[in-house]
């Protein structure tokens, strides 16, 4: 009889995914920047993907960063896109962390003193940022906050 | 692959249009054809850039609508979408096909409607492009992510962000002068003698990114007629031949090893020139996609033609102007002409071809005309990259 059990086909159902986008942003809610570790190569994959980030390895296990990094680099947004407008001035950065992925996020400074001189200096992990979202989100979403310890 | 050749340019005036979406693209598409002399059963598929219709005017699948508009029949009509590359993609595409051997004609090109969506809305649909799960919540604009580039070229080329600033400057004087020329551009005849400080001094959009960094949002369509090289001589004496192209994908910021350096710039700009079998000191003239300054440095390094963190002292200089070594944006570039996303990629090719023939406006004309000419079109933040050489002669 051709045909496959349907039993057997709901088994079958699988996630690839060892740690969702939602967890990651859980987990910059509660402090704490979540990663993946390569069993293949060792290196960090951060934000999570089903692969690894560095040699696609499909061996991961989750892991927690430490948070800490360089900022590599950052802008100052004065003119916004709609929803964002309460927020101006603020500044998107650009952090590569201490295990080695680069993450994007928000930099806690005073908009009016950050200048070139910023870029290269020690930030770590702070907090969170929440988007309210819009029709077009999917939802409100959530990404990290670092400011600068050095 | 059979070669292909490009017989018949559109475009339409560059700027607010009052038009649709769908009259801007068949007008171009009508002009195209004229161009070329061809009849509308002549074309066996239609391919069209598209980035943002849906909220424009509530359209998707716009490419159907652009066929029935013309009453090109069943025919597969096909929206291609990669941001502000868009049409870029769905002229590599429409070539590919003809290339195949699948159809001898095609209609390639792109349309977009930006500007009645307003600076805030058209911000946030443009933010679109950039990755919605981490960059989305931070609030990055397009302004913002090539700020972010201008801020690491100063770091990675140890040149102060105020010398930076002055040579991107340069990028827009020349752009602007070259656009005030150009009768189809947004500006012409507008900021023509535009001045360094003139830039510097303008608003700040995205620190350091000032207001006459960007370019515009704008309304426009452009169409070429593709047809296979053995059939283009029954259509005319000129054809432009697609001697080589490329595309390539990139990923969230995060991701890249360098946002001065994006790999896939430099890897579709090197299957362009491997299948051309030619390289930068070939080419004649470049349009690049300069939607910000900054970028139009970082492309003419991607794309091999000044080593790492030599363009902006080479734009400063002159060199890409007529008469240096390579002029770049002749047209008046995203910065000058206007940027209607979805048409860009055909807006450049048709500005090439233009070249080619002899037809760019006095001025802007480059005399003797382009041999070999380069398109170079960015969507999002450095995810779709197209590369296009054209040529006057086969290889
Ligand atoms: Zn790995």
């Given at each position: 009889?051709v045909?496959?059990?349907?039993?057997?086909?709901?088994k079958?159902?699988?996630?690839?995914t060892v740690?969702?986008?939602a967890e990651?942003?859980?987990g910059?809610?509660?402090?704490k920047?979540l990663?993946l570790?390569?069993?293949?190569?060792?290196k960090i994959t951060?934000?999570?993907?089903?692969?690894?980030?560095w040699c696609?390895g499909?061996?991961?296990?989750?892991t927690?960063l430490?948070?800490?990094?360089?900022?590599?680099t950052?802008t100052?947004i004065?003119v916004?896109a709609?929803?964002?407008?309460d927020?101006v001035p603020?500044?998107?950065?650009l952090?590569?962390?201490k295990?080695?992925?680069?993450?994007?996020?928000r930099?806690?400074?005073?908009?009016?003193?950050?200048s070139q001189v910023l870029?290269?200096?020690?930030?770590?992990?702070s907090?969170?940022?929440?988007?309210?979202?819009?029709k077009?989100?999917?939802?409100?979403h959530?990404c990290?906050?670092?400011?600068?310890?050095? | 692959?059979?070669?292909?050749a490009i017989?018949?340019i559109?475009?339409?005036k560059?700027?607010?249009?009052?038009k649709?979406?769908h009259?801007l693209?068949?007008?171009?598409?009508l002009?195209?054809?004229?161009d070329?002399g061809?009849e509308?059963?002549e074309?066996?598929?239609l391919?069209?850039?598209?980035a943002l219709?849906g909220?424009?005017e509530g359209?998707?699948?716009?490419?159907?609508?652009s066929a029935?508009?013309?009453?090109l029949?069943?025919?597969?009509?096909t929206?291609?979408?990669g941001?502000?590359?868009?049409?870029?993609?769905?002229?590599?595409?429409?070539a590919?096909?003809v290339?195949?051997g699948?159809?001898?004609?095609?209609?390639?090109g792109g349309v977009?409607k930006?500007l009645?969506?307003?600076t805030?809305f058209?911000s946030?649909t443009?933010?679109?492009?950039?990755h919605a799960?981490?960059?989305?919540?931070v609030?990055l604009?397009?302004p913002?992510?090539?700020?972010?580039?201008?801020?690491?070229?100063?770091?990675?080329?140890?040149?102060?962000?105020?010398?930076?600033?002055?040579?991107?400057a340069?990028v827009s004087?020349?752009n602007h002068?070259h656009g005030?020329?150009?009768?189809?551009a947004?500006?012409?005849?507008?900021?023509g003698?535009?001045k360094?400080?003139?830039?510097?001094?303008?608003?700040f959009v995205a620190?350091?990114i000032t207001?006459l960094?960007c370019c515009?949002?704008?309304d426009?369509a452009?169409?070429?007629v593709l047809?296979s090289?053995?059939?283009?001589?029954?259509y005319?004496?000129e054809p432009?031949?697609?001697?080589?192209?490329?595309?390539g994908?990139?990923?969230p910021?995060?991701?890249m090893?360098?946002l001065?350096?994006p790999?896939?710039r430099?890897?579709s700009a090197?299957?362009?020139?491997?299948?051309?079998?030619l390289?930068p000191e070939?080419i004649?003239m470049l349009?690049?996609?300069?939607?910000?300054?900054?970028a139009?440095?970082?492309?003419?390094e991607c794309?091999?033609?000044f080593d790492?963190g030599?363009?902006?002292?080479?734009?400063?200089?002159?060199q890409?102007e007529?008469g240096g070594?390579i002029?770049?944006?002749?047209s008046g570039?995203?910065?000058g002409?206007?940027h209607?996303?979805?048409?860009?990629?055909a807006?450049?090719?048709y500005w090439v071809?233009k070249q080619?023939?002899?037809e760019a406006p006095?001025g802007?004309?480059?005399?003797p005309?382009?041999?070999y000419?380069m398109t170079d079109?960015?969507?999002?933040?450095f995810?779709?990259?197209?590369?296009f050489?054209?040529g006057?002669s086969?290889k």
């Open positions: 009889m045909g496959k059990e349907r039993e057997e086909m709901e079958e159902l699988k996630g690839y740690l969702t986008h990651y942003e859980e910059i809610k509660e402090g920047l990663g570790r390569c069993a293949s190569c060792k951060c934000h999570p993907m089903p692969v690894c980030q696609s499909r061996s991961l296990e989750r927690e430490s948070g800490e990094g360089e900022l590599m950052f100052i004065r916004p709609e929803g964002f407008e927020d603020y500044i998107p950065c952090v590569k962390t295990e080695g992925p680069c993450v994007v996020g930099l806690d400074y005073d908009a009016e003193r950050a870029i290269s200096k020690q930030v770590k992990l907090g969170a940022y929440t988007h309210k979202g819009d077009f989100s999917g939802g409100t959530t990290p906050v670092f400011e600068v310890i050095g | 692959m059979r070669d292909v017989i018949g559109g475009h339409t560059f700027g607010r249009a009052t649709m979406s009259e693209f068949s007008d171009a598409t002009q195209a054809m004229d070329a061809v509308l059963k074309i066996e598929a391919f069209q850039g598209a219709p909220f424009e359209q998707v699948m716009p490419a159907a609508f029935a508009d013309l009453n029949g069943p025919i597969p009509a929206r291609c979408e941001a502000c590359a868009s049409a870029s993609v769905a002229i590599r595409d429409g590919m096909w290339g195949a699948e159809y001898d004609m095609v209609i390639a977009e930006a009645m969506m307003g805030s058209a946030r443009f933010a679109m492009a950039c799960p981490t960059e989305g919540p609030g604009t397009f913002g992510v090539f700020a972010m580039a201008a801020r690491l070229y100063s770091i990675n080329y140890d040149m102060p962000l105020d010398t930076v600033r002055e040579k991107m340069s004087v020349k002068r005030a020329l150009n009768p189809l947004q500006f012409y005849k507008k900021l003698d535009l360094v400080e003139d830039v510097i001094n303008s608003k620190d350091p207001l960094d515009p949002f704008s426009g452009s169409a070429l047809c090289a053995e059939e283009a001589r029954k005319t004496d432009i031949y697609i001697l080589g192209m490329g595309q994908s990139g990923g910021l995060s991701k090893a360098d001065t350096k790999v896939s430099i890897s090197k299957m362009a020139f491997k299948q051309a079998g390289s070939d004649d349009e690049v996609h300069d939607c910000f300054t900054i139009e440095l970082i492309a003419l794309m091999g033609f790492w030599e363009a902006a002292d080479a734009t400063a200089d002159g890409t007529i070594e002029p770049v944006n002749m570039g995203l910065i002409k206007g209607p996303i979805g048409a860009t990629g807006s450049q090719v071809v080619m023939r002899g006095r802007n004309q480059i005399d005309v382009p041999e000419g079109t960015l969507g999002g933040d995810g779709t990259l197209c590369h050489i054209l006057r086969k």
